[in-house]
């Protein structure tokens, strides 16, 4: 039987694309925990980089496989194996990393947008939805 996989929105490839380069490269591991620290988006996506951070900060060098064999949980070492698989690019740059790393730091504030978007549909009253309009604009330029 074939398992068909479902696309994953460009948040969660941006993420599991970040973690797949951690796993292979410490540098991209330290440039991400600067920026983004633990700010994924998905619980399983933090913890590994929890681990990931952890991993590195006690002085091991880049081994995919060690990583693994130290990991607690079997779905997280289910997550970094089919990571670790993952054809990416070693000859990144770090405006790939940037782009990447935007998508995850956005990503909460276009749910919010889309909430509030849902809310103005639902206004009755056209002031409170013009209000509504400039918060979602004003939340757009932050973008």
Sequence with gaps: MFETKKLLPA?????RILLAHMIRDEHVAEVVQSRLGGAFNVDDHQALAAYLFAYYAKGYEADPSLFIQQLPDEQLTRLA?????????????????????????TYPKRVEIHQKELEVKKEKDPIKAAMMLTEIQRLKQML
Excluded at 11 to 15: K, S
Excluded at 90 to 101: A, I, N, T
């Design 11 to 15: 948040y969660q490839n941006a993420e």
């Design 81 to 105: 194996t089919e990571l670790t698989m993952l054809s990416v690019n070693d000859d990144y740059d770090e405006r790939e990393l940037d782009d990447y790393m935007r998508l995850i730091e």
